[in-house]
C-alpha cells in the first residue's frame, strides 16, 4: 500500500512560482510510476504531468508545457512538480498519483493524494 501526501500549496500572483511536493509511503515507491492531476472549480480532473518509475521520461499537458516541471527523488520517496510562470487558469486543486510500473494519461492510478489547493490571483 502506498500512502501519498502533497503539500507546497498555496497564494501566488500571476506570474509566479511554486514547488509542490508528495511524500509516498512504502519500500516500493520505485515501483511506480507518478503523476500529476488538478481539477479546478467546476472543471473535471485532468492530467498535468507524469514521470516513469525510474525518472527517465517524463510528460506534460499541453496546458503546462514549458512551465512546470515534474521529477522524483526516489531515495526520498518523494515526487515534485514546479510550477512557473503561473496563471489564473492553473487555479486548482492538485493531487499526486501513484501507478505501478506504468505512466498513462488517464486518471487510471492505484494511489491518490488528498490534493493541495494553488490559487493564482490575476
Known amino acids: 500500500q502506498v500512502q501519498l501526501v502533497e503539500s507546497g500549496g498555496g497564494l501566488v500572483q500571476a506570474g509566479g512560482s511554486l514547488r509542490l511536493s508528495c511524500a509516498a509511503s512504502g519500500r516500493t515507491f520505485s515501483s511506480y510510476a507518478m503523476g500529476w492531476f488538478r481539477q479546478g472549480p467546476g472543471k473535471e480532473r485532468e492530467f498535468v504531468a507524469a514521470?516513469?518509475?525510474?525518472?527517465?521520461?517524463?510528460y506534460y499537458a499541453d496546458s503546462v508545457k514549458g512551465r512546470f516541471t515534474i521529477s522524483r527523488d526516489n531515495a526520498k520517496n518523494t515526487v515534485y512538480l514546479q510550477m512557473n510562470r503561473l496563471k489564473p487558469d492553473d487555479t486548482a486543486v492538485y493531487y499526486c498519483a501513484a501507478r505501478y510500473r506504468y505512466v498513462t494519461y488517464r486518471a487510471e492510478y492505484d494511489h491518490w493524494g488528498q490534493g493541495t489547493q494553488v490559487t493564482v490571483s490575476s
Open positions: 514521470i516513469t518509475w525510474s525518472g527517465g521520461n517524463t
